[in-house]
């Protein structure tokens, strides 16, 4: 096994963005490798997932509250990587292949309890970096789609809505709608992904879209947006209809302008007249999730059922501009900066 070095790269935040986060927000800085203390792990990075739900954690007004970075501290974020030392009593040899959630530099030490073995579940060690463990914990613990539902999913080409659409059919759902801002992701969506139909966000108001892709209504929202998206899918939503609420993207970037709106006020009249059940998700509340989805998703991609859509960046250099890329909606899927 090579000598570990004296320094490695990370990311850190330069300073805190009062809207969406640019390149300049950030700073990749040379650091000594950092020492593993009493139980903790030393573990050379492989690759990082750029998420957008790393917003919430540097925009105040959208963090409810949270503490998120501070300038100067390292990003956090979910990465896979080798082991180089561990205690020996935590069950972790060098050589191991594990996740965590100390991405966005090269090496990390990490407290063993927090490290997941990557085991040979999946196919390719990079889709541990999946968000389709958010989709599942939705469409089956808060949403719990039933066979023939129709279901909506809000931001569908993002990392969590381009893994959703596949998931909800194949937990049954009858049919599948996707929003997306453009037409060439909703072509995707309908041509790869799972979707039925794609409605883009444009001049055309959403809820009229919705009402023709879901003639019907929908009894299943996975929403990653909120605002005219969320209130479009009380308009068309059957009832006893069940949302899973996973992200507020309008609100992270209305001040930037980007053409998605500001939180907007609900009805309550329609949520009480159909009963619709409204419920924020965090993945994280749901560990048992994790590992049926891991079996699943490992079972899926292997019979060819499923795809991982992901981007993959070469080099921690690349990490700002990903972070930028993803804000802005630039990909399918999820992006991914390997090391």
Known sequence: MPSTPRTHREVRLAAVPDGLPRPEHFTVVQAPV???????????????????????????????????????????????GEVITAPEAGGLRPGDLVRHDFGWREYATVPAGMCSPL???????????????TAYAALTRAAEVR?????????????????????????GAGRVIGTTGSAAKAYRLTTELGYDAAVVRGPEPVTRQLAHSAPEGID??????????????????????????????????????????????????????????????????????LDEWTQRFGGWLR?????????????IDQAPEAFRQVAEGRHVGAVIVEL
């Open 119 to 133: 085991g040979d579940t999946l196919p390719d060690p990079v889709a541990h970096l999946s968000q389709g463990w």
């Open 220 to 289: 299943v929202l996975l929403d990653t947006v909120g605002g005219e998206q969320l209130r479009a899918a009380v308009e068309v939503a059957r009832p006893h209809a069940r949302f899973a609420l996973v992200g507020a993207l309008s609100a992270q970037l209305a001040a930037e302008g980007r053409g998605i709106s500001a939180p907007v006020e609900l009805d309550l009249a329609p949520i009480v007249v159909k009963r619709i059940s409204l419920r924020g998700l965090n993945a994280a509340d749901h560990p048992d999730a």
């Open 147 to 171: 066979p023939g539902d129709t279901v909506l999913v809000t931001g569908a080409a993002g990392a969590v809505g381009s893994l959703a659409g596949q998931t909800a059919r194949l937990l």
């Open 34 to 80: 950092p020492q593993p203390g009493p139980g903790e792990v030393l573990v050379r990075n492989r690759a990082f997932l750029v998420f957008a739900a790393l917003l919430r954690t540097m925009i105040g007004a959208a963090a409810a509250g949270l503490p998120g970075p501070r300038p100067g501290d390292p990003l956090p974020g979910p990465a896979i």
């Open 303 to 315: 019979a060819g059922d499923i795809r991982f859509p992901h981007v993959r960046l070469p080099g």
